[in-house]
């Protein structure tokens, strides 16, 4: 068996990302060797691999999922959003330049299937089953000539593609349809069926809703996933993360001393891996919540200022409403600060960045004795080390780097009173130092919070993923599934009209079947092979038609791009800047 499956959406966040981690984990305890794979991802919370690859982080839960190692072949590309115009790509886990959304779906994308149908095709090599995770929804007509993560990575691999719908925002039936009926007959023959998600109910009123959308469209649910709680699963993809005042959801668990410990996370622009307070999160008597306003940090006993794309944006915007004040009024007061990666950056001294933000000098916070030169290099890296005399792991995703200049040594960063920061992300994930360092916070906080002795967050995160198996193997049909996985699509899955809208005149047709040798791209760049080849990489250049900010791929022959991690080579053109 070298089978595979799409699970695909009919929104973004419809719980695609969830699906296919409980698929995993419902596959790997049958015995299976799977492995997940996104072949485009957005999104701003990512993790570096063991070889030093950045993948998003959903992607490494989803391995986790699949009790696998996560490697850059599972997420092939990643778009870290810099402004809602524009991402860093991230390809093979190495950054390569900034594009504009413009630039990236104006016929570049296209130049990366053979990219990803590479990284998959050699995951199947080595796994029994491959199960791909979509992204969006793979009706967005407007990119679908384009596309490599949707549609067009299922029938390259001929893989089927299973839609999942989120029944809690309601109209999933209509969305069903719709999407369906939005795609081309190519596209519909590889779309076996659909499975619900987030139901809260009697399953019963819904099933004449599932036989009435067979009637219509032919296709099968292969099941009615109920609404879970709790699950603090890996966020995903996206441009905004809307998440004021929302309180995390935690292990629901009182107190282990007599206080509890709030804990308020600034939710600064372009914020990245906000999933570093999960593990406070899942401590019993520990409430953790998002804020955007100063007077929020009042009541605090521990004030985070997280990750972000945007140091200097994040920077300004804390100034703007207050909170860079109240930031400064709590660090005089010996009231508990920590800053993390762009957080960290944002409480020194100074800040040169002429590769982020290219805003140059910039003061920052004064809170730390740090002065940060952003490089255009980035530092990508997976520490280990001790603070506050326990041992601790980590995970590093950033340009600037830090002249320490005084304070005492905190996990590469420095520590001043209560004002830690680190450019380690996932150092709460460590047990025995989160337990010492909330022990360190509530007594600068004078609360009497004594953490839970035995809060294991890897236990919890591996019970959080056995649920998702759960609710596969109890909620879905499993021998269905199994089937489709194996041997593909049913045949003779009727067509439901009207399809997809016919391409604007002279667009070329869809990448995603098989194409024909040397096929073009838009700008006529010849793509070696049936659909390209990793090892040719690629160039980021400038586009003589795009603004200065824009840049086009190309293919890239050269030999030293071959190895993983080296499938880009950047071209700027430091003028147009």
Same mark, same amino acid.
């Given at each position: 068996?070298?089978?595979?499956?799409?699970?695909?959406?009919?929104?973004?966040?419809?719980?695609?990302?969830?699906?296919?981690?409980?698929?995993?984990?419902?596959?790997?305890?049958?015995?299976?060797?799977?492995?997940?794979?996104?072949?485009?991802?957005?999104?701003?919370?990512?993790?570096?691999?063991?070889?030093?690859?950045?993948?998003?982080?959903?992607?490494?839960?989803?391995?986790?999922?699949?009790?696998?190692?996560?490697?850059?072949?599972?997420?092939?590309?990643?778009?870290?959003?810099?402004?809602?115009?524009?991402?860093?790509?991230?390809?093979?886990?190495?950054?390569?330049?900034?594009?504009?959304?413009?630039?990236?779906?104006?016929?570049?994308?296209?130049?990366?299937?053979?990219?990803?149908?590479?990284?998959?095709?050699?995951?199947?090599?080595?796994?029994?089953?491959?199960?791909?995770?979509?992204?969006?929804?793979?009706?967005?007509?407007?990119?679908?000539?384009?596309?490599?993560?949707?549609?067009?990575?299922?029938?390259?691999?001929?893989?089927?593609?299973?839609?999942?719908?989120?029944?809690?925002?309601?109209?999933?039936?209509?969305?069903?349809?719709?999407?369906?009926?939005?795609?081309?007959?190519?596209?519909?023959?590889?779309?076996?069926?659909?499975?619900?998600?987030?139901?809260?109910?009697?399953?019963?009123?819904?099933?004449?809703?599932?036989?009435?959308?067979?009637?219509?469209?032919?296709?099968?649910?292969?099941?009615?996933?109920?609404?879970?709680?709790?699950?603090?699963?890996?966020?995903?993809?996206?441009?905004?993360?809307?998440?004021?005042?929302?309180?995390?959801?935690?292990?629901?668990?009182?107190?282990?001393?007599?206080?509890?410990?709030?804990?308020?996370?600034?939710?600064?622009?372009?914020?990245?891996?906000?999933?570093?307070?999960?593990?406070?999160?899942?401590?019993?008597?520990?409430?953790?919540?998002?804020?955007?306003?100063?007077?929020?940090?009042?009541?605090?006993?521990?004030?985070?200022?997280?990750?972000?794309?945007?140091?200097?944006?994040?920077?300004?915007?804390?100034?703007?409403?207050?909170?860079?004040?109240?930031?400064?009024? #709590? /660090? %005089?007061?010996? @009231?508990? &600060?920590?800053?993390?990666?762009?957080? =960290?950056? $944002? *409480?020194? !001294?100074?800040?040169? +960045?002429?590769?982020?933000?290219?805003?140059?000098?910039?003061?920052?916070?004064?809170?730390?004795?740090?002065?940060?030169?952003?490089?255009?290099?980035?530092?990508?890296?997976?520490?280990?080390?001790?603070?506050?005399?326990?041992?601790?792991?980590?995970?590093?995703?950033?340009?600037?780097?830090?002249?320490?200049?005084?304070?005492?040594?905190?996990?590469?960063?420095?520590?001043?009173?209560?004002?830690?920061?680190?450019?380690?992300?996932?150092?709460?994930?460590?047990?025995?130092?989160?337990?010492?360092?909330?022990?360190?916070?509530? #007594? /600068? %906080?004078?609360? @009497?919070? &004594?953490?839970?002795?035995?809060?294991? =967050?890897? $236990? *919890?995160? !591996?019970?959080?993923? +056995?649920?998702?198996?759960?609710?596969?193997?109890?909620?879905?049909?499993?021998?269905?599934?199994?089937?489709?996985?194996?041997?593909?699509?049913?045949?003779?899955?009727?067509?439901?009209?009207?399809?997809?809208?016919?391409?604007?005149?002279?667009?070329?047709?869809?990448?995603?079947?098989?194409?024909?040798?040397?096929?073009?791209?838009?700008?006529?760049?010849?793509?070696?092979?049936?659909?390209?080849?990793?090892?040719?990489?690629?160039?980021?250049?400038?586009?003589?038609?795009?603004?200065?900010?824009?840049?086009?791929?190309?293919?890239? /022959?050269?030999?030293?791009?071959?190895?993983?991690?080296?499938?880009?080579?950047?071209? $700027?053109?430091? !003028?147009?800047?």
């Amino acid at each position: 068996m070298s089978g595979g499956l799409l699970v695909a959406g009919t929104t973004s966040d419809a719980g695609k990302s969830v699906v296919t981690a409980g698929i995993c984990r419902w596959l790997v305890r049958r015995g299976v060797k799977v492995a997940p794979f996104k072949a485009q991802n957005m999104s701003l919370n990512s993790f570096v691999t063991r070889e030093g690859a950045e993948i998003g982080r959903a992607q490494a839960m989803q391995a986790q999922a699949a009790r696998v190692e996560p490697t850059a072949l599972m997420n092939p590309v990643l778009l870290k959003p810099g402004s809602d115009r524009s991402s860093q790509v991230v390809l093979m886990g190495k950054p390569v330049g900034e594009m504009s959304a413009r630039g990236y779906h104006g016929g570049r994308q296209e130049a990366l299937l053979g990219t990803v149908t590479d990284c998959l095709e050699e995951l199947r090599s080595a796994y029994d089953a491959v199960i791909c995770e979509g992204a969006g929804s793979p009706a967005e007509i407007n990119l679908r000539r384009t596309d490599i993560v949707n549609m067009g990575i299922a029938r390259a691999a001929r893989f089927p593609v299973l839609v999942v719908g989120d029944i809690d925002r309601g109209g999933v039936f209509a969305s069903f349809f719709g999407t369906t009926a939005l795609l081309s007959a190519e596209d519909q023959a590889l779309v076996a069926g659909y499975l619900v998600n987030k139901f809260r109910g009697d399953v019963s009123l819904l099933e004449p809703g599932l036989d009435m959308l067979y009637g219509l469209t032919g296709r099968r649910t292969y099941g009615v996933l109920p609404y879970a709680h709790g699950l603090g699963i890996d966020e995903e993809d996206g441009l905004r993360v809307s998440l004021r005042g929302a309180v995390r959801e935690s292990v629901v668990a009182p107190p282990h001393g007599e206080d509890v410990l709030r804990v308020a996370v600034c939710a600064v622009p372009l914020m990245s891996n906000f999933t570093d307070v999960d593990a406070l999160a899942a401590e019993p008597g520990v409430v953790v919540r998002f804020v955007d306003r100063a007077e929020e940090l009042a009541d605090a006993d521990l004030v985070i200022v997280p990750g972000t794309r945007g140091t200097v944006k994040a920077l300004a915007w804390l100034r703007e409403r207050g909170l860079a004040d109240a930031l400064a009024r #709590r /660090a %005089a007061e010996g @009231r508990p &600060v920590l800053g993390i990666c762009g957080g =960290f950056q $944002v *409480l020194g !001294e100074r800040i040169e +960045d002429e590769v982020e933000s290219r805003a140059g000098v910039v003061d920052g916070l004064g809170l730390l004795p740090v002065r940060i030169r952003f490089d255009r290099d980035k530092t990508l890296a997976r520490p280990v080390g001790s603070a506050l005399g326990e041992p601790v792991e980590g995970y590093e995703i950033h340009h600037g780097v830090a002249d320490v200049r005084g304070g005492e040594p905190f996990l590469d960063g420095c520590r001043v009173g209560a004002v830690w920061g680190t450019h380690w992300h996932g150092s709460l994930e460590s047990d025995a130092f989160r337990r010492r360092f909330l022990v360190e916070v509530a #007594r /600068a %906080a004078g609360r @009497r919070f &004594v953490p839970a002795p035995d809060t294991s =967050f890897g $236990v *919890l995160r !591996e019970e959080q993923l +056995d649920r998702l198996g759960d609710l596969v193997e109890e909620h879905a049909d499993t021998d269905a599934l199994w089937r489709l996985i194996e041997g593909g699509a049913p045949g003779g899955l009727p067509f439901v009209p009207p399809g997809a809208p016919p391409m604007s005149a002279g667009a070329p047709e869809s990448r995603g079947a098989a194409p024909d040798p040397a096929p073009q791209s838009p700008e006529g760049l010849e793509l070696a092979g049936s659909a390209g080849s990793r090892d040719q990489g690629l160039e980021v250049a400038r586009s003589a038609e795009a603004t200065p900010q824009e840049l086009e791929v190309t293919r890239y /022959a050269g030999a030293e791009s071959r190895t993983l991690g080296e499938a880009a080579v950047v071209h $700027v053109d430091q !003028e147009a800047k």
